[in-house]
């Protein structure tokens, strides 16, 4: 498999734009739905599941998106990525329906989380296809199938949740469409890039879960960082609460988002310059990424400031007026957020993914920590402040680690 020539076509950064917008608003309409018609009650239950989720995707990808569009010399071949993905999401499952067995869950709460779960194991399946593309030039492809993906997800999401009034079932029949959706609009593809069969070679297989171990457990750690004020206002406040925090969290998601749009595109060049020691031009790129990252904190947070609670109160039907500090909050942290995403990828770029799981071991241990007398003491706002510390920490520890690696590098390069 060679790389496509045309990797640099503007068309395939703009359809990479829109896949990852569909992505991300995900969440935000089906909030918005949950909340309008099921309440505030079942929108707390249905944001913590969705959290849930997110946490327990990070176990059906593994981390192996950024290794796999990164593998330029194709140390691993598909039909390896292929069969460590049924593996992973098979364990995806099980995990979470442990993890809802041990949490103690009514049945109804059970249900929706275990849903939604399997709702967004298709983002799991999707992501190895999508990672080939991307390998092979071809990141509109990716774009577009998942786009087309989330629109099917969305729209049967809403209908049956509009005709039943029954979030249960709708979770239920929304997860089988998904997963139907997403095998319907890649397979094909993929079958004319690569043999689309799991294949067991174990070593290549051990190689690859050794090598994405780190970025499995920095993803996870992060994504359990990031829930934890959740998990907090679970244990310690209320389902309402819970709704309330959600929404206010979703802008945050947009700096995010606009940074993915900048970044993702180039983890392949990103990768290239380092491999060929180009690190004058290397470090060009994380500065100017950095830099558009902070453009659009500085412009979300102003945007915040003075339009944002009263626009998600108009939007979600809910009385937010109150909460404006927690809102600036997040949306600061949000921009620290979207640093950390970057660097993240960057020091897997780099193949330096070991450094990422002390800093991610440290925070989670620290935050978890203060979770409970933060959210006791200052409740919603105790869960904000949790979120910006934990993202500022991880920020400064990844700057630290690239910092060395560069100055190593560049010795090295003297020598």
């Not at 949306?331 to 960057?346: E, M, P, R, T």
């Amino acid at each position: 498999m060679g790389l496509f020539k045309d990797n640099r076509n503007a068309g395939k950064f703009i359809w990479n734009t829109i896949g990852m917008m569909c992505n991300a608003g995900t969440s935000f309409l089906l909030l918005i739905f949950v909340t309008r018609i099921c309440g505030d009650f079942y929108a707390g239950i249905f944001a913590l599941g969705f959290a849930n989720a997110q946490l327990m995707l990070t176990i059906g990808r593994y981390g192996m998106r950024a290794y796999q569009a990164t593998d330029i010399k194709e140390v691993i071949p598909f039909p390896t990525y292929f069969l460590s993905r049924i593996i992973t999401c098979i364990s995806m499952l099980l995990v979470s329906f442990f993890y809802i067995l041990w949490s103690g869950y009514t049945i109804t709460k059970a249900i929706i989380v275990f849903s939604i779960c399997i709702i967004k194991m298709s983002d799991a399946i999707e992501d190895i296809f999508h990672g080939l593309f991307q390998q092979l030039g071809r990141i509109d492809l990716a774009g577009k199938y998942l786009t087309y993906r989330n629109v099917i997800t969305v729209l049967s999401f809403i209908v049956v949740l509009a005709v039943t009034k029954d979030l249960i079932l709708t979770c239920i029949v929304t997860g089988i469409l998904s997963i139907g959706a997403c095998i319907w609009l890649n397979v094909p593809t993929a079958k004319s890039m690569a043999p689309i069969r799991p294949v067991f070679h174990k070593e290549e297989l051990k190689t690859l879960f050794i090598s994405c171990f780190p970025l499995f457990i920095g993803s996870f750690l992060a994504l359990y960082i990031n829930n934890v004020p959740r998990y907090m206002i679970d244990q310690y406040l209320t389902e309402n609460i819970q709704a309330f925090f959600s929404i206010l969290f979703m802008p945050a998601f947009v700096i995010n988002l606009f940074s993915e749009f900048i970044f993702k595109p180039m983890l392949t060049d990103i990768a290239i310059k380092w491999d060929e020691n180009r690190i004058g031009n290397f470090m060009k790129y994380i500065f100017r990424l950095l830099f558009g990252i902070l453009i659009i904190t500085i412009v979300v947070v102003t945007g915040g400031y003075f339009f944002g609670s009263q626009i998600l109160s108009l939007v979600y039907g809910v009385d937010l007026l109150g909460y404006r500090r927690e809102l600036i909050l997040l949306l600061v942290s949000g921009g620290f957020s979207a640093c950390v995403y970057l660097l993240f990828h960057v020091l897997t770029a780099m193949r330096k993914q070991q450094v990422l799981l002390a800093g991610y071991t440290v925070t989670a241990l620290f935050i978890t920590l203060l979770g409970p007398m933060f959210v006791k003491q200052y409740a919603m706002f105790g869960a904000a402040v949790l979120c910006i510390i934990a993202n500022i920490i991880l920020v400064l520890f990844f700057s630290l680690m690239l910092m060395s690696a560069i100055l190593k590098k560049r010795k090295e390069n003297e020598i």
